[in-house]
């Protein structure tokens, strides 16, 4: 029997905390989960979800079963395993640790013998070990790996993805020494369909930016073939459709307007700026960056381009975007292209707005962008931009819009509109 209240504790309720706690709940766990944003804590206990995946209903089942928030951190004292899952966002284009900082005082001052401190949150290898450790340590005056243990699990939670969840997603696990990782591997044994142990908390965090630095290299190749493609009035989608029924050896990217979100424009941030303290740039991910970065502008001389072709001057002209998050079926817009697009045609006089049902407001440049809350009137717009691929759009009659198509992500099939 555990002499502690909670079996676990989750710091943060946000993308990744949020279906942690539920998930926890689920599998029979008494859970705490703790934010400091009152305003979120407020919400989720009259079971309102403010993240996609997770609907008001499931939130209020969890709440009925062993789900607890609060924004009391005392809870952190009486839990057996404490989860951190705070944001890394980058300031100043640097990374910024502060809330991991923050989060992990909260719990030395709470600590005791015997508990178990997992962060989740993506960072730079040695985190753990060289900012959470001694932090744990020092206001604590307890030892790491003997009286407390810790270590870190990267969270590859992919919000919108219905076919792989936080259950079904194998985790990566890791801790400072033997013992740590023996009882942090079993706590995730008992929530998710499989687990998957490296050697060190470094190699544990090293995995995640691998993964994401994949993806923002992988991407930048395709959004740069698909800007000389264009020049050789080559098709880059049929080219990747076709490239990708090879059977082995390729994996497809797509092209689109840029990346957003929070994982993949800023993750390989913090790999470069690991390796710049030992002197070295990751050049492919410097040269990813670039390109991604280029690409809201890219589409920007595209659309001036099928402009101009048809004699409709940009400045002072209507332009949709149909779609602003940074990824289909959500509603996140942190770092999404979208801004960039929109901020560069307010720069050029251009009327803008959006339509996006996921989305309910969108300021860009402390300007309210309007919201057309249906597409009744879209063939009133001199040019429509779709900017992300949600599902619903699908169901859009293209062909009877009167307006010019500018298709950034390329998953729609329309006479007459250009893509990317
Ligand atoms: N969103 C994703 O798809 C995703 C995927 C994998 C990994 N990650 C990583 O997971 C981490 C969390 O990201 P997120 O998207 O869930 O962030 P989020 O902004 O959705 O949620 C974070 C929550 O933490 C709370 N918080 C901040 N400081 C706190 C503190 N000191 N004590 C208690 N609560 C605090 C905030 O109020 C917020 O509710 C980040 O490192 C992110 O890079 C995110």
Redesign the pocket.
């Known amino acids: 029997m555990s002499k502690f209240k909670y079996n676990l504790a989750v710091?943060?309720?946000?993308?990744?905390?949020l279906p942690l706690a539920i998930e926890a709940a689920n599998s029979k766990l008494k859970v705490a989960g703790?934010?400091?944003?009152e305003s979120?804590v407020d919400s989720l206990n009259k079971s309102m979800s403010h993240?996609e995946d997770i609907s008001d209903k499931v939130l209020q089942d969890a709440l009925s079963k062993d789900l607890m928030i609060t924004s009391d951190s005392s809870v952190l004292g009486e839990s057996e395993y404490i989860v951190i899952?705070?944001?890394?966002p980058l300031t100043d284009y640097q990374p910024d640790l502060s809330?991991v900082e923050?989060?992990t005082k909260?719990i030395a001052k709470n600590l005791k013998k015997g508990q178990i401190i997992i962060l989740?949150?993506?960072?730079y290898p040695g985190t753990t070990l060289e900012i959470v450790k001694p932090i744990l340590e020092k206001i604590s005056s307890l030892v790491a790996g003997e009286d407390f243990l810790l270590g870190y699990s990267?969270?590859?939670?992919?919000?919108g993805n219905k076919e792989w969840t936080f259950k079904n997603t194998p985790k990566i696990v890791s801790g400072i020494n033997e013992t740590s990782l023996k009882k942090i591997s079993e706590f995730y044994n008992s929530i998710i369909d499989e687990v998957v142990e490296v050697s060190g908390t470094r190699e544990a965090e090293m995995v995640?930016l691998v993964e994401n630095t994949y993806r923002q290299v992988n991407i930048a190749m395709v959004n740069e073939l698909a800007i000389l493609s264009n020049m050789l009035d080559i098709d880059i989608w049929e080219v990747v459709d076709a490239a990708k029924t090879k059977p082995f050896g390729f994996q497809s990217f797509r092209p689109g307007p840029g990346v957003g979100?929070?994982?993949i424009p800023?993750?390989p941030k913090y790999l470069s700026f690991k390796t710049r303290q030992i002197g070295q740039p990751v050049r492919f991910v410097e040269l990813a960056q670039e390109i991604n970065n280029s690409m809201p502008n890219y589409v920007i001389s595209r659309i001036s381009e099928l402009m101009n072709k048809k004699e409709i001057l940009l400045k002072n002209s209507k332009i949709l975007l149909l779609g602003v998050a940074y990824k289909k079926d959500i509603g996140?817009i942190r770092e999404s292209p979208a801004i960039d697009i929109i901020e560069s045609l307010l720069d050029k006089s251009v009327e803008v707005s959006f339509y996006d049902p996921y989305v309910d407001e969108l300021i860009v440049n402390k300007q309210s962008i309007f919201k057309e809350q249906d597409l009744e009137g879209v063939s009133n717009y001199d040019m429509v931009i779709i900017h992300t691929p949600h599902t619903s759009f699908n169901d859009i009659d293209f062909e009877n819009i009167k307006s010019l198509i500018f298709d950034t992500t390329g998953s729609f099939t329309i006479l007459n509109a250009e893509r990317i």
């Open positions: 710091i943060g309720l946000g993308y990744v905390g703790y934010d400091i944003n979120v993240v899952s705070v944001p890394t809330y923050t989060a909260s989740e949150s993506t960072t990267p969270e590859r939670i992919d919000p995640k979100g929070h994982c800023i993750d996140d």
